[in-house]
């Protein structure tokens, strides 16, 4: 079964850090994109950073610019998302996608809340 699954989430102070994790299973990242979403209630799920299949191009949403990064072991068939300075509307839901020709796979999500 192709699986992704998220880890690394918690509760942290604004100021503080987290890295998440994304590790594949049912198949092999190399040939994909891997991006990073979030979403809080009431809004749209937003794209934060996706990373090329090889690793050279990233990407990455204006509000996490400078604080957040990207990155991938595809020897591990895992993605990674530094956060860095984290501010309280960092706060959401964060998922792991690949992505390849037009076919998608999610995670399931994993919750990262900024407060004192």
């Known amino acids: 079964q192709v699986q992704l699954v998220e880890s690394g989430g918690g509760l942290v102070q604004p100021g503080g850090s987290l890295r998440l994790s994304c590790a594949a299973s049912g198949f092999t990242i190399s040939s994909y994109a891997m991006s990073w979403y979030r979403q809080t209630p009431g809004k749209e799920r937003e794209l934060v950073a996706v990373?090329?299949?090889?690793?050279?191009?990233?990407m990455y949403a204006d509000s996490v610019k400078g604080r957040f990064t990207i990155s991938r072991d595809n020897a591990k068939n895992t993605v990674y998302l530094q956060m860095n300075s984290l501010k309280p509307e960092d706060t959401a839901v964060y998922y792991c996608?690949?992505?390849?020709?037009?076919?998608?796979?999610w995670g399931q999500g994993t919750q990262v809340t900024v407060s004192s």
């Open positions: 996608k690949a992505t390849l020709r037009g076919l998608g796979f």
């Open positions: 990373i090329s299949n090889a690793g050279i191009s990233t």
